[in-house]
């Protein structure tokens, strides 16, 4: 008797580092006049990483803004994406092989919460289905902007995850019709 069918596979992965600083993009602007980027000598707020889960079967991204991306930090991580299924299934999680994934508490905790890790091939982390989704908010949330504190990018990062898990939701309703012809 299978627990749960399909299998949950979820692809995870950093983005980042994020810093509080201008990031450029395209524009329109009057001839002669370009928009320009404001300098940033002084970059006080520290970084970010969004740790990110995509489940690969609903199509649906989850994540969340955290200060390190340690090994502590994974573990944190993994018990979150637990939280986010059923006790009795194993999930089937896609990662790169980055130290901290792989810390002996990583491992151990993976164990104990019924997580197998499936590590994509050294030095192919475009692999992992999940940087595609990366790119899209990176573009979303971050082309054109200057943010000046952490809730507003946290703020525009989980905004930019609904809309993207809207445009999954609206693209995967629709049936696709294909018309068969002989040539």
Known sequence: NRQHNPPIVVSVDEMGPISLQPY???TW???GHPDR???TYKRLGGVRYLMGAYDYYHKRLRGYLSRRKTGADWVRFL???RSKYPSGGRIYLIQDN????????A???ARRLRISFVPTPTNASHLNPIETHFRTIRRWAFTRTNYTDWAEVDRIVRASIRRL?????????RPAHRWWTRH
């Open 24 to 26: 450029g993009g395209h």
């Open 29 to 31: 602007a009057r001839s």
């Open 98 to 105: 980055l130290s901290t994934h792989t810390t002996p508490a």
């Open 79 to 81: 018990r979150w994406v």
């Open 165 to 173: 898990n809207h445009a999954h939701c609206v693209t995967n309703s």
């Open 107 to 109: 491992v151990a905790e």
């Open 37 to 39: 980027v404001p300098a």
